[in-house]
Every structure is written in structure tokens, then in C-alpha cells.
């Protein structure tokens, strides 16, 4: 086997990769470590930066808007793939991050002013325990309408053109051997069909 048939659309690698991609759970875990990333980046550059002159929870406030804006975008079109009004699911996605963010500004000075550990190794604890809590929510609260309709608005075989195949009888005076007309197989129930002879 040459290696040019890895390439072509129906070999058995880009079927696998497109069949992985239709898991939405994966597509989420892709899409939060996108996200994760994303938003402890900002939260480590604005710390890093004006840390010295501003307090932690500001620079938490300030990541967590620019991290919900983006983790919106991609959840929204490429993990739910949800169709609908857009402005109905950001405020329920803006609802979860609000929670998530409580969560994560009484537990972030717990991890840093008790238990002493550095700021930004505390905010990674953090992200990780709540990054977990909100596919599970995004999933059945935030998208559930979206997800619905997306789905419906998906064309089943039939309403894509999909054609019934026909098997023609063969014509009168046909030879027997003629193996260009297509023919019904008879199978042992089915009834026999009279001839009707000139």
C-alpha cells in the first residue's frame, strides 16, 4: 500500500479524527484547555504586570471578563455547536461564571491569606476544581434550547435528496441471460409470478 491513499477524504484517519470531533465532551475538554489557558494567561499577565500596584482581586475581576467573553465564543460555536439567540444564552452563560466566579474569589484568598500558598499557583488550583462543574452546567442549562434547536435544524438522509433505489423488472422477451437488466432476487416466501405467453 503507497502512502498517498493517507490523504484522500474516505481513508480511515480523517474518518477517525471527524468521528473524535462529534464527541462534544472532547470538544469540550479541547475547547476549556483553550479557554483555561487563555484566561490564567491573562489573569498571570495582569498579575505579573500591575500586581505590585494593584490588588489580586482586581486583576481577577478584570481577566475574569476578557476569559468569559472568549470562552463564550468558543463553547457557543464549536463545543454546543448551538444555533438560537445569542444574547438568551450569554446571559445564562454569564449567570454560570458569575457563580463560578464567587466560587473562585472566596476561594482563591483561602488558598493565598490561609493556607499561604503564591497567588498564582492558587489560582491554577482553582481553575482546574471549577473548570470541571461547568460543562455539566453549560451543557443542560446554559445551551440545552440551543443545542435542541441545532439538532432539529440538522437534515436527516431523506430531506438531503437521498434517492430510493428502484430495481427494474425485466421486459418481456428479455434473454434469460441477460445480465445488463437489473433483477429481483425471489426469495423462498415470496409468491411465484405468472407468465403470460403470447
Known amino acids: 500500500m503507497d502512502g ?10 480523517p474518518t477517525r479524527l471527524r468521528a473524535l470531533l462529534d464527541s462534544e465532551g472532547l470538544r469540550f475538554v479541547l475547547v476549556g484547555g483553550v479557554n483555561t489557558v487563555f ?3 491573562i489573569f498571570a499577565l495582569l498579575q505579573s504586570t500591575l500586581g505590585t500596584v494593584v490588588h489580586y ?8 471578563v476578557v476569559a468569559v467573553l ?18 438568551r444564552d450569554l446571559v445564562r452563560f454569564s449567570s454560570v461564571y458569575a457563580v463560578a466566579f464567587a466560587v473562585n474569589a472566596a476561594a482563591l484568598p483561602l488558598l493565598v ?5 503564591a497567588v498564582i499557583p492558587a489560582q491554577a488550583v482553582v481553575t482546574a476544581a471549577v473548570a470541571l462543574g461547568t460543562f455539566l452546567v453549560h451543557r443542560n ?18 430531506t438531503r435528496g437521498a434517492t430510493p ?19 429481483v432476487a425471489q426469495t423462498d416466501d415470496a409468491a411465484p ?3 403470460i405467453r403470447p
Do not use: I, K
Request: hydrophobic share 40%; proline share 7%; charged share 20%.
Open 113 to 117: 491569606e490561609v493556607l499561604h500558598m
Open 141 to 158: 442549562f446554559t445551551f440545552r434550547h440551543s443545542r435542541r434547536s441545532a439538532r432539529e435544524a440538522v437534515p436527516t438522509a431523506t
Open 193 to 195: 409470478r405468472s407468465t
Open 165 to 183: 433505489q428502484v430495481t427494474a423488472l425485466p421486459t418481456a422477451g428479455a434473454p434469460a441471460d441477460d445480465t445488463t437488466s437489473p433483477r
Open 39 to 41: 484566561g490564567f494567561g
Open 4 to 13: 498517498s491513499s493517507a490523504g484522500r477524504p474516505g481513508s480511515p484517519a
Open 70 to 87: 472568549e470562552a463564550y465564543v468558543l463553547q457557543r460555536y464549536v463545543v454546543f455547536r448551538a444555533r438560537g439567540r445569542w444574547w
Open 57 to 64: 482581586l482586581v486583576v481577577l475581576v478584570v481577566a475574569q
